[in-house]
Nanobody
Framework: QVQPVESGGGLVQTGGSLRLSCAAS????MGWFRQAPGKEREFVAG????????SYTDSVKGRFAISRDKSEATVYLQMNSLKPEDTAVYYC?????????????????????WGQGTQVTVSS
């Protein structure tokens, strides 16, 4: 399987928006995690293989949206109303091992392959 590849990070002001993209090698359960300096990596959002089920950490609900395109190999994370506390390196993860078509996954051990990460910085 191909390592996921993220893109779309950058610098944005508080209240702004960014869209992250992640290219995988097929239709897999995918997730976004983030790690801020001095903190542990945390789950942000996950999407099922079919793209019909999603899950979010509480701090991003109503602001972030995970989705996948029609080819189902690319997953997006639309981030709106960004806050300085959203500043982190964002990682895309893919679950290449067997998985339900309907379930998103929310913990790091659920995923088999990780991207290199993309920096998101929100200035105040």
């Amino acid at each position: 399987q191909v390592q996921p590849v993220e893109s779309g990070g950058g610098l944005v002001q508080t209240g702004g928006s960014l869209r992250l993209s992640c290219a995988a090698s097929g239709r897999y359960a995918m997730g976004w995690f983030r790690q801020a300096p001095g903190k542990e990596r945390e789950f942000v959002a996950g999407i099922s293989r079919l793209g019909t089920s999603t899950s979010y950490t509480d701090s991003v609900k109503g602001r972030f949206a995970i989705s996948r395109d029609k080819s189902e190999a690319t997953v997006y994370l639309q981030m709106n109303s960004l806050k300085p506390e959203d500043t982190a390196v964002y990682y895309c993860a893919a679950r290449y091992s067997r998985a339900s078509l309907l379930l998103p996954f929310t913990t790091a051990p659920d995923y088999d392959s990780w991207g290199q990460g993309t920096q998101v910085t929100v200035s105040s």
